[in-house]
Structure formats: C-alpha cells, structure tokens
C-alpha cells in the first residue's frame, strides 16, 4: 500500500505510526524500519534514525514519509535475507539474463552471476534442470525459491527488495495493470519478432543450423508491426512505455529485447529501425536511466556486433575481388 505518513516517535526507542485500514479509520500501531546499508538491513529504532537515513529533517518530532507499506510477512522476509544472495543463472548474449543483471546493479541487490552457455547446452544438465525444468535462461535461486520466466523474475525482485524505486514496479494498480499488459505483449509479439528475425537471419546460419527463407519473412513482419506498435501505441503518451515518465520494468526487458538488432548489418538496422525515432530515442532514454550498467552488460553483444560486420566486410571485400577476376 502506497501512502504518505506523518509519524512521531512516542516512545524514545519506538517509532509509531497510524496504520491504514480498509474499512475503519486509521488506527496506530508500532512499525519498524529497515534499512539496506553495507549490504545489511538496519533496524531504525528512532524516528531521528528514520529522518537521518531518508535524508530528511524531523518538523515538531515528526517526519513526512511517502512510503510503501508492506505486510509483516514481507518484513520478516526482508529481515530473514540479511545473509542471503540472489544467484542469477544466464549470459549476457541473452536479451532477458540481460534485463535481470542490469536490474539488480542498478537497483543494489547483491547477486551472483552463474553463467550458463546455451551454445554448450549447459542449460539442459540436470543440474540446471533442477533450477529451470524449461531449460531456458534466466533463472534465479533466491533462498528456497527457484524462478524461471524473466518477466516473474523482475517482479520478484521489485516486490521482495525494499531498496527498489517505485517507479520500478509501482504500487498503482491501474499502472501495474498497464506493465503486466505491456510485458504479456511482448512475449506475444516483439520478443517473437525480434528473436525470431535475428535468430533466423543471423545466427542460424552462423551456428550451421538450417534456416527458411519463409520463417525470416515472417519473422520480419511481426518484428516490424511490433515496432510499429511501440512507436504509435506504447510511447504514445510518455517518453516511456505506457505513458509513464520513468522506466518500469517492462521498459528495461524491452529495450533489451530491441538491443540484439545491433548485431544486424548496420544496413538492415538502420531499414528496420530508422523510421522509429520514437523507439530509437526510448532506447537512449532506457540506457541513461540505467548507467553505466546498461552498456557495460552490452559489451559482450557489443563486441559481437563488431565481430560480425568486420566478417561481413571481408566477405564482401572477397565478392568483389572474385567479381573482378
Ligand atoms: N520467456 C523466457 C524466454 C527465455 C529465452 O528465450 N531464453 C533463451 C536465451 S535468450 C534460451 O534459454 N534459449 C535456449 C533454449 O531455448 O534452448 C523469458 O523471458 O525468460
């Protein structure tokens, strides 16, 4: 529950605060505060405390909190994960590990990254399959719980890490609504396009596998109303998706999703893309919020992306020798 509170301590090592109820006025109760620092979650006893850590001044022993108001359970879970580590299993050349590792640097939350290459099938050891039965990557290990599926993944972690911002993942439901409905798309129709286009144009043929002229075709199509869509749809009303004015979730994974079209020839990226100056400009915007994680998790496809137009070019230069002769 999202809400704005005044609070006062009235006890010297008790912090009080009036405690929102559906049906019946507001009532008080004793809260506590924990606080993520040096990696460790911090019992807050005085509200001097809480203003101190909020960078806040107290007004008459009081202070203005905008906070989020979570359940007991999810208190004791925070209270409960002080030793605790996330394991990230996936690699970077993978859109949605991507999103994952990017989310977790920008938002503090202390992970280990467990690289699992999907060229050497490591993802279908039985040892992995423990973690994902779907053989897919991400996953994450956090405690006793196993998570597959990176659009779960990020909800997850939005929900069960206090230090996330709102704007993540907020608390409104009408605008969660509208993230659930941006993230289900896109599943259902960029992430099909733009896997589909590079996977079968692209890196098909370079890993020696079989690719139909038809399936790229097709893949292109979806790709392209996909894109159409983003631009006079979903960045319709913001310079984010769903008209918000600060990155959600769904504007990270699919502004991953939209970075593997790097590695296309600097040809069809610019046909594909060029008429999205709205897409093009999210993009940047997505990365600004994000740094400097986001390019440096983007490496990795960065330096592919590099590999494979120099490929290009001597393939291109050796044509037109052959050509000549
Ligand atoms: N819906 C999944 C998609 C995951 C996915 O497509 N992962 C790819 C790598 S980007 C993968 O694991 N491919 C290996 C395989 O399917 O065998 C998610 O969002 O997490």
């Known amino acids: 529950m999202y809400g704005i509170l005044w609070c006062r301590a009235l006890q010297p090592r008790t912090a009080q605060l009036p405690r929102p109820r559906a049906n019946r006025g507001p009532n008080v109760g004793t809260f506590s505060m924990w606080y ?11 509200i001097d405390a809480w203003a101190e850590c909020l960078n806040t001044s107290t007004v008459d022993g009081m202070i203005r909190l905008e906070l989020f108001v979570t359940s007991n359970l999810q208190l004791k879970k925070v209270k ?41 099938n490591q993802n279908y050891s039985p040892e992995y399959k423990e973690i994902n039965p779907m053989n897919q990557i991400p996953a994450i290990v956090d405690g006793d719980l196993k998570l597959f599926e990176s659009h779960a993944i990020l909800i997850y972690l939005s929900c069960a890490f206090p230090q996330v911002a709102s704007h993540w993942y907020p608390s409104d439901v009408y605008k969660r609504a509208k993230i659930h409905s941006v993230l289900d798309w896109h599943h259902s129709f960029l992430r099909r396009g733009a896997a589909g286009f590079v996977f079968n144009s692209l890196l098909a043929p370079l890993s020696g596998i079989r690719s139909y002229p038809q399936v790229i075709i097709q893949a292109e199509e979806i790709l392209l109303r996909s894109l159409s869509k983003l631009e006079h749809t979903w960045l319709k009303d913001g310079p984010f998706l769903a008209g918000n004015s600060q990155p959600s979730i769904a504007d990270l994974i699919l502004a991953c999703e939209i970075m593997q079209l790097e590695l296309l020839s600097e040809k069809d990226h610019d046909r594909i893309l060029g008429p999205y100056m709205k897409v093009l400009q999210w993009v940047e915007d997505t990365k600004s919020a994000t740094a400097p994680h986001f390019d440096e998790v983007h490496e990795l496809l960065f330096e592919s992306q590099k590999r494979f137009r120099e490929q290009r070019a001597t393939k291109s230069r050796k ?3 052959k050509s000549k002769m």
């Open 80 to 120: 409960d994960r002080s030793e605790m580590v996330v394991k990230v299993y996936g690699e970077r050349m993978s859109e949605p590990s991507r999103a994952v590792i990017i989310f977790c640097k920008v938002n503090g939350i202390e992970f280990e990254e467990i690289e699992i290459d999907v060229l050497k």
């Open 319 to 321: 044509t037109q020798v």
């Open 36 to 46: 993520a620092r040096d990696r460790r979650y911090i019992l807050l006893e005085t």
